[in-house]
């Protein structure tokens, strides 16, 4: 990708990576019937999520480890969000979400490889 389409890959990518934890937290929220139970749930869901993507999958992940760890991650974030909304009872803004995400990874993917192969 050039230009513009790379930066509003990138710009989908991070918008998704937000919303992936906004839907973490609200299945937090809903996920328990104690209030306590609820804030703990709704700060630890995103907040391990983040960790987990800061150590391995952001762009200046703490860890550097191979493609295949850094997708796996991505896919597990990913696929836990799409979860919780379907848990939610939102099943096809879920798959949406999903496929969404899937594509932009993919995109993302394979805009970094052709980058790398230039360089």
Do not use: Q, Y
Request: proline share 5%; aromatic share 8%; charged share 10%.
């Amino acid at each position: 990708m050039k230009g513009a389409a790379h930066v509003l890959n990138e710009a989908l990518a991070f918008l998704l990576e937000v919303i992936a934890l906004g839907f973490l937290a609200w299945w937090g929220w809903s996920a328990v019937e104690p209030v306590a139970g609820r804030i703990a749930l709704a700060v630890a869901a995103p907040g391990a999520t983040a960790v987990l993507w800061g150590l391995f999958a952001a762009p200046r992940a703490r860890f550097a480890v191979p493609l295949p760890a850094v997708l796996a991650v991505k896919a597990l974030v990913f696929g836990a969000a799409a979860l919780a909304l379907a848990g939610l009872g939102h099943p096809v803004a879920a798959v949406v979400f999903a496929v969404v995400a899937a594509a932009n990874t993919a995109l993302a993917t394979a805009d970094r490889r052709t980058a790398a192969r230039r360089a």
